[in-house]
């Protein structure tokens, strides 16, 4: 294979989603049509290497001249909450439920002794600094239901608690578990039953 393409090949291979052998499919593919595929992608990239950064202040995907970003900006948004989320892309899906009305901190992923990802690596000192200075009342935990995700959630659970916020602690909690919509008991694995049950809830009349 040429040598070029290689390159093409195994960078597109890096990317989530993407094997090798969809990978070599898409790199022919923008070679194949360069003036409708490829050339279009090389100026997208571009702009996206030269306008897109992380929100100074959440830590959120925005651009240079809107920085801190949308979210953090909107003066109608609850400054007393905090949803604490691992990646920027968390933000995006919790946006679209609509539920929250707070502002975003982003921890930039979650304790992995595997990965080598320790508190070092994580947005925690911001996170303390921010609860601290911004007077938050609320700190909402969304973040994964795996090992790692707990481990991180009991770990900031324990060290904010006696966080103060404006004088205050802050109050920690964290997304239910539950049945997914549109599931049933039968289609639930024992992890999730559990959880469901420990966390369950009064019906509303």
Known sequence: MLQPLETLVRTLAHLP????????????ALVREPERLLDPLVLA??????????????GAFTVRSANPCGLCSDATRDGAALCVVEEPADIFTIESSGAFRGRYHVLGGKLSPVRHVGCEKLRIEELKDR?????????????????????????????????PSAG??????????????DSGVAYSDPL???RAIAHRCAVAW
């Open 131 to 163: 609860i601290a200075r911004e007077g938050i009342a609320e700190v909402l935990l969304a973040l994964s239901t795996d090992m790692e995700g707990d481990a991180t959630a009991g770990y900031l659970a324990e060290i904010l608690r006696t966080w």
């Open 45 to 58: 990239l571009r702009d996206a290497r030269a306008e897109i950064v992380c929100c100074s202040r959440c």
């Open 168 to 181: 205050a602690p802050v109050r920690v909690t964290r997304l239910a578990f539950g049945l997914p919509a």
């Open 17 to 28: 989603g993407l094997g090798r052998r969809s990978a070599g499919r898409a790199a022919l």
């Open 192 to 194: 999730t039953l559990r």
